[in-house]
């Protein structure tokens, strides 16, 4: 929950200011300011999307906002199943499910988050955190469902805490979610399916993480909102 007018026309100027990146990118803005994101970003090649959507296509659900409104602004993405969300906003795994099922509705790539907090990593069930939080997309919608969305792992322990898994660390979650993903969609779904890390990336760290095999990109934080910063991890993940 950052960012105003002037804010984000220096930050998304910015961006793109500096552009082709040789990178697919992308930046979920707040929902007040998808109309500024789509006239800042048009014909940029820099995509948009929101933090989050309703499960419900429309109806009596005051404050909440629809897959198909979302569209309307020319969102390409929607976070969904976020651990802000899960943790703070009664987010479960059968909403998260009907959440991704909601934005395919309406045309919208999901990027779908998972990950574990400290206790579970510290339990030794980090892997099958994961897995629940994955099979109930599976469950509810097949692999079509879920080889249509980005994944993002985040483990919930190094956002915003400064703390950073390992690269090997990232690794080994990331390669989990791909055998799973091979075992119930197929090896062509799971070697086309984008895995992102999302966990105090920085410039300093991007280039590392990226280099493992199974880590496509970064789901970032409080680096996004310094246009230096979010650059250069996009540069790192173009190299």
């Avoid at 929902?31 to 820099?46: K, M, T």
């Avoid at 969300?85 to 909601?102: H, N, P």
């Avoid at 934005?103 to 990593?121: F, M, S």
Wanted: aromatic share 6%; net charge negative.
């Amino acid at each position: 929950m950052h960012g105003g007018l002037a804010a984000n026309v220096e930050l998304l100027g910015a961006l793109r200011a500096a552009g082709d990146q040789g990178c697919p990118s992308a930046v979920c803005v707040p929902f007040p300011y998808l109309a500024q994101a789509q006239s800042l970003l048009a014909g940029s090649g820099i995509a948009w999307g929101a933090q989050n959507l309703s499960e419900h296509a429309v109806g009596a659900y005051t404050g909440e906002v629809s897959g198909a409104m979302l569209n309307d602004f020319g969102c390409r993405y929607a976070i969904v199943g976020h651990s802000e969300r899960r943790a703070l906003f009664g987010d479960s795994d059968e909403r998260v499910a009907a959440k991704v099922e909601a934005a395919l509705a309406a045309k919208l790539v999901p990027i779908l988050c998972v990950g574990e907090t400290l206790d579970e990593r510290e339990r030794g069930v980090t892997e099958a955190v994961v897995e629940r939080q994955l099979r109930a997309v599976f469950e509810r919608g097949g692999a079509a469902a879920l080889g249509a969305c980005v994944l993002a792992y985040e483990p919930v322990w190094a956002i915003g805490t400064g703390k950073t898994a390992t690269p090997d660390q990232a690794q080994a979650v990331h390669a989990f979610i791909r055998a799973r993903l091979i075992e119930w969609c197929g090896a062509e779904v799971a070697a086309r399916t984008t895995i992102l890390y999302g966990g105090s990336v920085k410039p300093q760290n991007a280039a590392e993480l990226f280099g493992r095999a199974d880590i496509d990109g970064g789901l970032i934080g409080g680096a996004s909102l310094v246009a230096g910063d979010f650059l250069a991890i996009v540069a790192a993940a173009a190299s």
